[in-house]
């Protein structure tokens, strides 16, 4: 887990510019899905999860989505691997 520097609600405050700076320099990938044609990126950032919606992908975003709740993480689980819960082998799942 990522140490927590910015809680949620202070990124929230912060202006889009600086929001995707942290994003970029500090933001952990979780996943990535499709929704239509809009792409979706999933990072971790601070122990807090942020969606962002991609207009264009990597190019232009529309909307980012920040959340503290693990329930953000449902549309990614197939993409999440944990070491060491296989019953105590370390291999991943």
């Known amino acids: ?11 929230n405050e912060l202006s889009q510019e600086l929001q995707f700076e ?6 952990v ?4 899905r499709k929704l239509g044609n809009q792409v979706i990126i999933l990072l971790q ?3 807090f999860y942020v969606e962002v919606h991609y207009k264009q992908y990597r190019k232009k ?10 329930d953000m993480l ?9 070491k060491g819960l296989d ?7």
Do not use: N
């Open 29 to 32: 990938y979780v996943g990535k």
């Open 45 to 47: 950032l601070y122990g």
């Open 1 to 11: 887990m990522t140490k927590k520097a910015l809680g949620l609600a202070e990124f």
């Open 74 to 82: 449902q549309p990614y689980m197939d993409q999440i691997k944990v």
């Open 61 to 70: 975003i529309e909307h980012l989505i920040v959340s503290g709740d693990t």
């Open 22 to 27: 942290l994003l970029h320099r500090d933001g």
């Open 87 to 93: 019953k105590g082998t370390g291999t991943d799942l």
